[in-house]
């Protein structure tokens, strides 16, 4: 049986077309979301897996010795929310930041913001950046 690629690889898929997932409002915040995150890591977004807009990429390996690939930093745009991708535990390790955002939710790894109405720019840039750190930091 032949190896199954992996699911979180980047494409040739234009930017474009998973930005144009959000609309209405929600696709000048997807604007500003690439241009944001293209601002902190100084990196070309390239679409991973089909439907997330990544910027860089690292390799990691975890102790059981698997590892893979991942963007630096990275965002879904979507026609109900917006997920950005963070550090691991971000909410627990940076719980002032995370409080300052404004209304959202958070799992291990995502931040959702339904708009970005009211989301407090200088937080998430924050947020971006020390998940950035924490990135280059797990690299291999």
């Not at 630096?72 to 995370?98: C, M, S």
């Not at 958070?106 to 950035?132: F, P």
Request: glycine share 8%; aromatic share 8%.
């Amino acid at each position: 049986m032949a190896d199954k690629a992996p699911a979180m690889t980047p494409s040739d898929l234009p930017v474009e077309v998973v930005l144009d997932r959000a609309t209405g409002p929600r696709r000048d915040e997807a604007d500003e979301l690439l241009a944001l995150l293209g601002d902190v890591s100084g990196e070309e977004p390239v679409v991973w897996a089909g439907r997330i807009i990544g910027f860089g990429e690292y390799e990691y390996r975890y102790e059981s010795g698997r590892g893979g690939r991942s963007p630096l930093l990275a965002f879904a745009p979507g026609p109900t929310k917006h997920t950005i991708y963070l550090a691991n535990d971000f909410a627990e390790r940076w719980p002032d930041l995370v409080a300052r955002l404004g209304k959202h939710r958070a799992s291990t790894v995502c931040l959702y913001l339904t708009r970005l109405t009211g989301v407090d720019r200088s937080a998430l840039r924050e947020l971006l950046e020390l998940s950035l750190a924490e990135s280059r930091s797990q690299a291999v």
